[in-house]
């Protein structure tokens, strides 16, 4: 079955612009979490969606923000673009329980100018 | 928060060693998993090893949880396994916060 998929593959922004990411799950998975990828802060949560509710967020300033669909798509959006946001995005899926791993989709990767 | 620990943080091997790596973490989890990361950016999910111990071909995993450690196994290393290795955890009572270490980054030579 297909893995997570997540579009664009590269994004090219300019700073005070907004993005939005989408996230496609593995059929059936309804858990999609968000992390930013960057070479000083690591892999950091952002946040994590079940059934269309957020369910937990991280430490990350409002520009930041997401939402799930009813078909468990989910999108986030950065509004007011910084320097700071050029980043890997990467999206994570499982079915819905602690008792599963998560599989990560191939990430988007936005710079920032 | 709880933290994760991951060591080395830098591995060199020649191709055809065996290499340990460590992943301590200072809190109860529901689950721990091991991932590499291709050149691409994906991590590759290698272990969902919340205790006990697994082996997929080369690579095993074992995690003791009782005493907050998992060690990733690699055997007969190929160059194609270099890359980053990130081990993260799912604290007790979160939802959905895989909480990373900072990795391993393993280099083979041919």
């Known amino acids: 079955k297909a893995g997570v998929t997540q579009t664009p593959r590269y994004l090219i922004k300019t700073r005070g612009q907004q993005v939005t990411l989408s996230c496609s799950p593995i059929?059936?998975?309804?858990?999609v979490s968000w992390y930013q990828q960057t070479p000083g802060q690591g892999l950091q949560f952002l946040f994590e969606y079940f059934s269309e509710t957020q369910r937990n967020k991280g430490n990350f300033p409002g520009r930041f923000s997401g939402r799930q669909f009813s078909n468990s798509r989910s999108e986030m959006n950065v509004s007011t673009l910084e320097l700071g946001d050029s980043a890997l995005y990467l999206c994570a899926s499982r079915p819905g329980t602690v008792n599963y791993g998560y599989t990560f989709g191939s990430g988007t990767r936005l710079t920032v100018v | 928060g709880i933290q994760v620990e991951q060591s080395p943080p830098d591995l060199i091997l020649q191709e055809g060693a065996n290499s340990t790596l460590r992943c301590n973490f200072s809190d109860s989890v529901n689950n721990l998993q091991w991932f590499h990361q291709n050149p691409w950016g994906q991590l590759i999910n290698l272990f969902y090893?919340?205790?006990g111990t697994k082996q997929n071909g080369r690579l095993s995993a074992t995690t003791v949880a009782t005493e907050r450690y998992s060690l990733l196994y690699i055997s007969s290393s190929q160059t194609t396994d270099s890359g980053v290795y990130f081990c993260?955890?799912?604290?007790?009572?979160?939802?959905?916060?895989?909480?990373f270490g900072k990795g391993t980054k393993l280099s083979v030579k041919p």
């Open positions: 059929s059936g998975h309804r858990s």
């Open positions: 993260a955890v799912d604290p007790k009572g979160s939802q959905g916060n895989l909480i």
């Open positions: 090893i919340p205790s």
